[in-house]
């Protein structure tokens, strides 16, 4: 199968995970181990961190659902399915959790050889001074955190090919309260979540949260929320901006 | 399967000056990642510069590369061109023989029907339309856009026997970039996000590597860090 064929068999799943079928922790560990050998990264650092909550941590992934619920309502979300909502969609469950929820986070990096041996080379040993990646007082500053996006995004897009030949569907969230480095206080400027939880209901998130990730297998069903993004006759079609919107040759 | 194919990526030191794709192929490349590639409300904030066979102009953005490292070090170390222990970054080097290269910027992303009737009618504000915005607070969830669009074009071109690279040393400063590139140097332009090239790889960084010793020296030089130290499985409830 191309990676054409592979890539466009990924559909967001949003209410039809599969409770029956549940990928093993032994499978998601082997995913991610074979993913973090082909992903690359700056100095090979991986300025990031992924909690893996699973099956048995049903807490922990009700929490993230609500962390992930800037609203009430949208294609998302529509976390409190209300008797009218699931009256309306005649459903009488919402097959919206998945089983393995991946928590991405920022991360201060250890040094690997080459850094080290640079850093020596120019400065008696001081890499921090040289690499953001590394450095308690810089790593959280806004351009390693946006090294540390690119980064995640390689890598998930990397997971998300081995889970497609797995037959897993994988889904991403990015609709949470962020987290914003303030250098000049210290600390981050939390934003509040207004309609749900906030990343301090999860203790073991304690540096900036970049990205949800689920995975599971779906379901042999409709998934309500599903988003319709080629089907112009039916309603909300989220359709792509052309490529010419994104992609201008230069001479 | 995937990781024969995405496995088969190794940085490039110096690519082919002989094998050049055409813009047809380059074209094909890129609309097939793109046709592959999500991103959060379908705003695909992001726009791909594509700069084609120019030597003089990819010294040029070698040069805003190198120069960054060398503004970075003399930060860090004070040390400059002239100091004993300089050298350029070898890393670096792919940007200029590059045959290709993608600039990639934030852009300015109005909603599709969908968003635009669904803010619309909950009286939000649609903030990518905003340049204040997508320029400054918005780069973090644009960046993980282009990672996973990066990754989808890397497969396609090694599908097709290509290699990439990917750089993301370069000025912030929009005034050091050229005015030949307004599109980051004029006032409304944004600084990149992620600099990739793309050619025939005709030397790759690892041999660079193994011809100095160094891998040989030590096996794990310039390897990525354990799994423990990324991946951490929370097992059970913590109530």
Sequence with gaps: MSIEELFSKRRQIRAAWDYEKIPSKELIYSLLSRTLNI?????????????????????????????????????????????????????????????WVLVFELRKCKANTFVKEYGEMHDGGNAQNRFTQIDENRFREGANKTLSAI?????????????????????????????????????????RNKVGLSWDSLP??????????????????????ATNVNDPSRPFLEDKPSIDEIVQFNK | MIEDSLGKRKHVMHYDAQIIPTKEEVEEILRIGYSLATSKQKAYAYKFHVLGPNKERSKKLYNIAEGRKIDVDFEA??????????????????????????????????????????????????????WEFINTRNRETTGIDVGMVAKAITGAALDRGWDVSYNSCFYNDKKKWPKSLPFISSERGFRPILMMTL?????????????????????????????????????????
């Design chain 1, 39 to 99: 992903s690359p990264s700056k100095q090979n650092l991986y300025p990031f961190k992924i909690h893996a909550f699973g099956p048995d941590d049903e807490n922990e992934r009700r929490i993230v659902e609500q962390i992930c619920c800037l609203y009430t309502s949208g294609s998302v979300n529509n976390w409190e399915e209300s008797p009218e909502f699931i009256a309306q969609n005649r459903v009488s469950k919402v097959q919206k959790d998945a089983p």
């Design chain 1, 151 to 191: 980064e995640t995004g390689m890598f998930i897009k990397c997971l998300a090919g081995l889970c497609l030949e797995n037959n897993l569907a994988i889904s991403y969230i990015k609709s949470f309260p962020e987290w914003t480095w303030k250098g000049q206080r210290s600390e981050y400027s939390k934003n």
């Design chain 1, 204 to 225: 073991q998130i304690t540096e900036a949260p970049l990205i949800v990730v689920q995975i599971g297998y779906k379901a042999a069903i409709d998934d309500l929320l």
């Design chain 2, 77 to 130: 170390y004070g040390t400059t061109t002239e100091s004993e222990n300089y050298s350029e970054n070898c890393g670096l080097f792919h940007i200029i023989s590059a045959p290709y290269t993608f600039l990639i910027t934030p852009r300015i992303a109005p909603p599709n029907p969908h968003f635009k009737y669904w803010y619309d009618s909950t009286g939000s504000k649609w903030q990518l339309a905003d």
């Design chain 2, 199 to 239: 050619g025939k790889g005709k030397k790759y960084f690892y041999e660079r590597l193994q011809e100095d010793g160094t891998i040989i020296r030590d096996p794990k030089y310039n390897t990525a860090p354990l799994f423990e130290e990324i991946f951490e499985f929370i097992d059970g409830d913590t109530k």
